[in-house]
C-alpha cells in the first residue's frame, strides 16, 4: 500500500479522501437537516441548553436517547474527517482537538442559522451542543491512534525493517546557495 520510502504517498491518498468524504458528508447532513417539512405546527425555538433533552426525558428514556443519538452522530464524523482532511501527523492532540472541535461546533451554528428559513425547522441550542460533543468524541475516540498508526509507518525505513527516530526522517535534499565571485 505503502509507495514512497517515506509513506508520504498513504498520507496524500488520506488527505484525498478525507477530503471526498467531507463533502460528502456534508452534502448528506445539508440534506438531512435542509429539507423543508410538512408538518401542521412548529414548536418554539429552543435557546436555553438542555432545556430540550430535559422535555424529552420526561416524554420517557427511550425519546430521550434517540435525541441524543441522533444529536451526537449526525456531525460526529467531522472528528475524524476533518484532521484526515488537514493530512497533518505531527500537531498537538489538545490542538487538535480543539480545532476540530470549533469547527463541528461552526458547522452546527452555521446548519442551525440555516434552519431558520426552512419550513418546519427551528433553531435548537441542544442540536448545537450535542453535535459538537459528537464531533469531539469521535475525534478523542479515532484521530489519536491513526496518527500513531501512520507515524509508525511514515518512519520505517524501506527494505530494513528499522524504526526512524523522527529527526532522522528524510526531509528533502540540503539546498544549496550557487557560489558568487568577489567584485575585481
Known amino acids: 500500500m505503502r509507495h514512497g520510502s517515506d509513506g508520504s504517498a498513504v498520507i496524500i491518498r488520506l488527505r484525498a479522501a478525507g477530503g471526498l468524504l467531507l463533502v460528502a458528508h456534508l ?23 438542555l432545556a430540550g433533552i430535559e422535555a424529552d426525558l420526561a416524554l ?15 456531525l460526529a464524523p467531522l472528528g475524524v474527517l ?19 472541535a470549533l469547527a463541528g461546533a461552526l458547522f452546527s ?15 435548537d441550542v441542544d442540536s448545537l451542543l ?15 491512534m491513526g496518527r500513531a498508526r501512520l507515524r509508525r509507518l511514515q518512519r520505517r525505513a524501506p527494505g530494513k525493517g528499522r524504526v526512524l527516530r523522527r529527526d ?17
Open 27 to 49: 452534502l448528506l447532513v445539508a440534506l438531512l437537516t435542509l429539507r423543508p417539512l410538512d408538518v401542521p405546527w412548529v414548536t418554539a425555538p429552543n435557546f436555553q441548553p
Open 60 to 74: 420517557g428514556p427511550a425519546r430521550a436517547a434517540r435525541r441524543i443519538c441522533e444529536g451526537l452522530l449526525l
Open 82 to 100: 476533518l484532521p484526515m482532511a488537514g493530512g497533518r501527523l505531527y500537531v498537538s492532540p489538545v490542538a487538535s482537538l480543539a480545532r476540530t
Open 109 to 123: 451554528l452555521g446548519i442551525e442559522l440555516l434552519q431558520t428559513g426552512v419550513p418546519g425547522r427551528v433553531v
Open 130 to 144: 450535542l453535535n459538537t460533543a459528537g464531533v469531539a468524541l469521535a475525534h478523542l475516540a479515532v484521530v489519536p
Open 168 to 184: 532522522e526522517v528524510s526531509q528533502g535534499p540540503t539546498r544549496t546557495i550557487p557560489r558568487v565571485g568577489i567584485a575585481p
